[in-house]
């Protein structure tokens, strides 16, 4: 069964106007759909087609470099379908509950966990993601490089933020920090991140 691009979870100008519609457009409808089909046309005839895409992430990764181009797209699929959800209209701030109640007992209080994560994003070098993770029982922020991700090293997903220019240079050029910023303070969707917590 083919893979497909899985709708976004609101409006095109939903996010507007610290993501405008025309970067959805770009991002989602052409950059994330260009990975499914690359991904479709790399595992066609193979054992991994019938596959789920996060068993085709890890058999991936597990045999690298020789499957790098499956692991690239699939990886990439994954992230951008888990970065979409991350966000909501009027979303962003301190969250509540189970979530903040974890982010204070390991960063000692949310600022401190928002700047760790500002900090991250920022200082990938080039292209990749700032992660906030499930490690073991711990909260961590990480970040990865290109398609890299936390399944790949035994972490559970809970936040990201794609810094890869095309993410955010139609809004914001090469303000990477103020892209950052209003992830955090206008669109994060926390209760994605308390149901990934489980």
């Given at each position: 069964?083919a893979?497909e691009?899985?709708p ?7 996010l507007?106007?610290h993501?405008s519609?025309q970067?959805l457009e770009f ?5 994330h759909?260009a990975?499914?089909t690359?991904?479709?046309n790399?595992?066609?005839d193979t054992d ?8 085709v ?25 888990f970065?979409?959800n991350?966000?909501?209209k009027?979303?962003?701030g301190?969250p509540?509950g189970?979530?903040l ?7 000692g ?15 990938q070098f ?6 906030l993770?499930?490690?073991g029982d711990?909260?961590?922020v ?7 991700l ?5 972490q559970k997903?809970l936040?990201?933020?794609d ?6 240079y139609?809004d914001?050029q090469?303000?990477?920090p103020?892209f950052?910023?209003a992830?955090l303070?206008?669109l994060?969707?926390?209760e994605f ?6």
């Open positions: 069964m893979f691009l899985p976004l979870p609101y409006d095109k100008d939903a507007a106007p993501i519609a970067t991002h989602h409808g052409k950059h759909n990975y499914v690359n991904l479709n790399l595992v066609k991994l087609a019938s596959k789920s895409l996060e068993e992430v890890l058999a991936a990764a597990k045999d690298l470099p020789a499957k790098q181009g499956i692991f690239n797209n699939s990886a990439q699929v994954w992230n951008h379908t970065f979409w991350c966000m909501k009027g979303g962003g301190k509540s189970k979530v109640a974890k982010i204070e007992a390991a960063f209080s949310y600022e401190k966990f928002a700047e760790e994560f500002k900090n991250a994003a920022i200082t080039g292209s990749g993601w700032a992660w993770v499930l490690d711990t909260l961590k990480t970040k990865t490089g290109n398609a890299d936390p399944m790949a090293h035994g997903a936040l990201t933020c810094v890869w220019e095309h993410a955010y139609l914001y090469n303000r990477r103020d950052v910023q992830f303070d206008n994060v969707n926390w991140v308390e149901k990934n917590l489980g």
